[in-house]
Every structure is written in structure tokens, then in C-alpha cells.
Nanobody
Framework: QEQLVESGGGLVQAGGSLRLSCAAS????????MGWFRQAPGKEREFVAA???????YYADFVKGRFTISRDNAENTVYLQMNSLKPEDTAVYYC????????????????????WGQGTQVTVSS
């Protein structure tokens, strides 16, 4: 499994921006698909965005146009740039890795990933 460490969460006003980072430990990070999920209190963990090993991306409908996922394979890091934040974006955000190398499938479900970070809190005030 891959060790993942998220950072960059915090408190921001509605309309503001945050950039989350997720640092991975492995030497073959570039071959993994990576995802961001979030979980608000009392709710299920939900898909936010993913980036394939090839660099292509896909998003949940509720973040399209506001969030951007990217990766820096030289730094073993995946990012989530969050703009135009809303109070309903408040949640713990988790980074996840699918360590099936060069996997060409898509997954917007938590069980499609086998390594998880500890999460970082994002709070958006109104």
C-alpha cells in the first residue's frame, strides 16, 4: 500500500480558495490513479475528483468548473485546487490511491482505491 499525507485544509470564507496537497511515499506513484473524496458529518464519503496515471481527469458534477485536480510525478504529489468555495463544501477531504499500475479504468467509488490518507478538514464559512 501507498502512504499518503494530506495538507492544506483550513477555514475559508465562502467564495475563497484553498489548495490541498497529498504527498505519496512510493517510487512508482506515477503509475497510479489518484482520487480525492470528502466526507461531511453524518454523510457518506463521496467522490470529488480523480486523475489517471496518464494525466487525464474527471470530476463530480458538483465541483466541475470550481475544482481542479493535478499531479506532479517528480514530487510524488497530487493537488486539489478549490475555488469559489461554498459552505456545502465543508468536509474532511481524503486523498486516495489505486495502486493497480497503469490501470485504465475509472472509479468514483471508495472501494476502487486501496490506500487512503488521514484526511484534512476544510471548513467554509458563510
Amino acid at each position: 500500500q501507498e502512504q499518503l499525507v494530506e495538507s492544506g485544509g483550513g477555514l475559508v470564507q465562502a467564495g475563497g480558495s484553498l489548495r490541498l496537497s497529498c504527498a505519496a511515499s512510493g517510487r512508482i506513484f506515477s503509475t497510479f490513479n489518484m482520487g480525492w473524496f470528502r466526507q461531511a458529518p453524518g454523510k457518506e464519503r463521496e467522490f470529488v475528483a480523480a486523475i489517471r496515471w496518464s494525466g487525464s481527469t474527471y470530476y463530480a458534477d458538483f465541483v466541475k468548473g470550481r475544482f481542479t485536480i493535478s499531479r506532479d510525478n517528480a514530487e510524488n504529489t497530487v493537488y486539489l485546487q478549490m475555488n469559489s468555495l461554498k459552505p456545502e463544501d465543508t468536509a474532511v477531504y481524503y486523498c486516495a490511491a489505486d495502486t493497480r499500475r497503469y490501470y485504465n479504468g475509472d472509479s468514483d467509488q471508495p472501494d476502487g482505491y486501496n490506500s487512503w490518507g488521514q484526511g484534512t478538514q476544510v471548513t467554509v464559512s458563510s
